[in-house]
């Protein structure tokens, strides 16, 4: 694998647009990632790739479609044509191999961004637009529009890998000097980039140069790419003896996994709408996880993970530290949702025992409970739109899919899973062989679109141990909690979410014989007892490799509680074996998942639950001290440090225009004392604006000198523009609530450089503000009283 950077540099103003708008003040806003700062999506970036790209091999390909379109292809990913909706098995679109993440700003200059949301919105302006009659070439009447563009200069950086396994080294050379080529034919991306905006240059990193690019093509004779074929190493001949194994231990390794970009794990599609789960299953994780066990235990793992001897658990969210579990459907809270009201547990109870009271169910979130209180965590999807382009049109259409929206797992979330191994899998030569294993973040791809904006994650061990034996409490009810969806088939081997079946299958594994405690009891039935809350999952998935659907998997959803009478006496070691393997199907991909009479389902009323955000906090300045010169980002930190000046200065001196107590205590600008002309005014405006450096000040004070001799200027005007010209300090005096300003620092430049270096346009403004404040105060006088004050 070949991995590296992109490097675009915008060349103009830009326009990455999210879908949406502000009502009332913007119509188009800009995309925005979890920094809250402008960025290049990955599709974005990965579309104008390709188009680079394909422009390339047209003209290597002489305007057909060759050889070198089969290299975009197996780059990029096989393109379904319109006409070809029905594909056959054996011609399925291929797969691509390169895979590129969104372009953000540098890490130093994000960190330097950080709490510091007025910078944040600095980095865009507002730009105003109307819609052109073509047939009279005017505006047409309510077409103004307002578009958020962010600012040129900036500097972004996208990772991107190759998958280069396969391939010959004379191929290998083709494939890069390929994307080479193609990234330097991207000139504009992003809305309105055939109107000047979205100039950008791409240099990649990691694949050699233009030149070297040419010449490895002009080299090239024609060769296609190779066919890579996926390698299994879930490869097994069902030889081990498992009965021999029964008995032995197990083995527990903490992972963790934190979200680096959005994550879509898909749960259902709802229209151009796609739904996401809010954990990451365990199937996810198998080949991540049994590729890097295969390295470390130097054992073959297919025959373990067939016959159940290798467990990986759903990845749920952390909650006070640890890992989180699916909220039971028993527990119940006030439709009042009174801060302090406690939450009630209804397993086993009568069914009158609520009356009087409005309950709720909790049905969603993850908990933990220290026995103190009840921790809870939801998460909250983001949603994000997308659009799919046509060639020919170059826009969205709904012929091709159009605009659809993702729901994702958000960036910067903690996850938590169990990989439990069997004893014999692990080796014997130290107390704890897996304390090492993973010890370093590894970085993942997982859930749908991984390739591109979602599914980037970071993988690490937490800790690792033998399971210790634990005597769980015997007593005649078993309160049974799924944590997570239960698969199991009734006797014609057909899906079943039924109760009594589960009872049967679970009193089988435990050698005892479980009853629902509503099942007839002493000739008399036994319904006035809530004994279960349970709820039916459905998981829909997709077979990638054969193009089909896989079989939807129906079962008793994660948080299902139900209670059982025990006849019989149940070993605690069975108990804790099922909590370790699971129960039902797939209880290697973390299906199946129990627990049993827990503390919390023993308890009548829990105390009030404190509940967490899923969000990452929002961190203060990682960069206090400034970006230096010298570092990545300096050139467009110190453009949006200047441009936030500006900004402040204009509305101070907005904020002193409009309160005519603060234009009075400027006195030459004050009606009553200065007794200035309009023509007058406009003279001063003209003198001041010229001042466009400082070398400009010596001429502008010549000119008043002049003025002061040959005019006759009432009042003390001019000695006052002339000392706002000669002090350079007497601007900033006028500036007081420029001390605010002081605190929204990016780089290392000291105040008095960013004083100096916008000194010119702090006078103008200021000036042009009194001169506009003035004028609205003289318009209130009659002219009869005008002209005798000028």
């Given amino acids: 694998m070949v991995t590296g950077t992109l490097k675009i540099t915008m060349l103009s103003d830009w326009h990455i647009g999210s879908g949406t708008g502000r009502p009332g003040n913007i119509d188009r806003l800009v995309q925005r990632d979890a920094d809250n700062l402008p960025y290049i999506p990955a599709k974005s970036l990965t579309g104008v790739w390709r188009d680079g790209c394909e422009l390339v091999a047209q003209g290597l390909d002489s305007g057909s479609s060759g050889v070198w379109q089969q290299w975009v292809n197996w780059l990029f990913g096989e393109q379904q044509p319109e006409e070809d909706a029905n594909r056959t098995l054996e011609n399925l679109p291929k797969t691509a191999q390169l895979s590129v993440r969104s372009a953000h700003f540098p890490q130093t200059l994000r960190d330097a961004f950080q709490g510091k949301v007025f910078l944040q919105t600095m980095t865009t302006f507002v730009k105003p637009g109307v819609k052109i009659n073509p047939h009279t070439g005017s505006a047409l009447n309510e077409h103004l529009r307002f578009d958020e563009m962010t600012r040129s200069g900036a500097v972004l950086e996208a990772d991107y890998s190759l998958q280069l396994e396969g391939l010959l080294q004379k191929q290998q050379a083709i494939a890069q000097a390929l994307l080479v080529a193609g990234a330097s034919m991207v000139e504009r991306l992003g809305a309105k980039r055939r109107r000047g905006a979205g100039h950008c240059e791409i240099l990649v990193e990691g694949l050699g140069d233009l030149k070297w690019a040419i010449e490895t093509i002009e080299k090239t004779e024609g060769t296609p790419p190779a066919v890579a074929h996926a390698l299994s190493i879930l490869n097994h001949d069902e030889t081990l003896a498992l009965e021999t194994q029964a008995n032995l231990g197990w083995w527990k390794i903490e992972l963790e996994i934190e979200t680096q970009s959005p994550v879509i794990i898909h749960k259902r599609t709802v229209g151009n709408h796609q739904e996401t789960q809010d954990y990451i299953p365990g199937t996810y994780f198998l080949p991540i996880i049994l590729k890097q066990l295969s390295a ?9 993970l067939v016959h159940g001897d290798v467990v990986i658990t759903n990845a749920a969210p952390v909650v006070a530290g640890q890992r989180g579990q699916a909220v039971p459907f028993s527990l119940f809270e006030s439709k009042a949702k009174a801060r302090n009201s406690a939450i009630q547990q209804r397993i086993g109870e009568t069914m009158n025992a609520a009356a009087g009271q409005q309950l709720k169910g909790i049905r969603r979130g993850y908990i933990y409970w220290d026995e103190q209180s009840l921790h809870r965590v939801n998460v909250n999807p983001e949603i994000s739109a997308h ?28 996850l938590r899973l169990e990989v439990r191994i069997r004893d014999y899998l692990v080796p014997k030569n130290a107390v704890n062989p897996l304390e090492r294993f993973l010890q370093t973040a590894v970085p993942i791809q997982v859930g749908r679109t991984k390739k591109d904006d979602y599914g980037n994650a970071k993988l690490k061990q937490v800790s690792s141990g033998k399971i210790a034996e634990v005597n769980s409490r015997q007593n005649q009810i078993l309160n049974v909690w799924l944590l997570s969806d239960l698969l199991l088939r009734d006797a014609r081997l057909r899906p079943t979410v039924d109760p009594q079946i589960f009872g049967a299958k679970l009193g089988q594994e435990l050698g005892v014989r479980l009853l629902l405690l509503d099942s007839l009891q002493d000739g008399l039935p036994q319904i006035d007892r809530l004994v279960a809350f349970t709820r039916t999952s459905r998981t829909e998935s997709w077979q990638t490799k054969w193009g089909l659907p896989r079989p939807s998997l129906v079962g008793l959803s994660a948080g299902s509680v139900v209670q059982f009478r025990v006849e019989g006496e149940i070993d605690p070691r069975r108990l804790q074996a099922l909590e370790i393997s699971g129960l039902g199907d797939r209880t290697a991909e973390g299906y199946g998942q129990l627990c049993f009479n827990p503390e919390l389902l023993m308890s009548r009323s829990i105390n009030p639950y404190r509940e967490a955000s899923e969000e990452p906090a929002s961190q203060a300045s990682r960069n206090e001290m400034g970006i230096a010169s010298n570092a990545p980002g300096y050139a467009y930190a110190q453009l949006i440090e200047r441009e936030t000046w500006r900004e402040m200065i204009r509305r101070v001196a907005g904020a002193i225009a409009a309160d005519p107590s603060k234009v009075k205590a400027l006195k030459p600008f004050s009606l009553n004392t200065s007794k200035l002309t309009r023509s007058k005014l406009g003279t001063l405006r003209s003198l001041v604006d010229s001042l466009k450096n400082r070398s400009d000040a010596d001429r502008v004070v010549n000119v008043i000198n002049q003025m002061e001799t040959k005019e006759n200027w009432k009042g003390d005007t001019l000695a006052y523009v002339k000392k706002l010209v000669e002090d350079e300090e007497e601007v900033w005096r006028c500036y007081q609530g420029m001390s605010v300003v ?35 105060a003289s318009e209130q006088f009659t002219p009869e009283q005008e002209q005798s004050n000028g």
């Fill in 296 to 304: 470390f235990l130097e054992v073959p793992l297919g025959n373990a």
């Fill in 387 to 414: 659009n799919t382009i046509v060639d020919s049109k170059q826009r969205p259409d709904s012929e091709v899919g159009g605009i659809y929206t993702y729901e994702s797992i958000p960036a910067g979330l903690t």
């Fill in 742 to 776: 002081s605190q929204y620092r990016l780089t290392q430049d000291t105040e008095a450089a960013i004083k100096k270096e916008l000194w010119t346009e702090a006078v103008r403004i200021l000036v042009d503000a009194c001169i506009r404040a003035h004028k609205r």
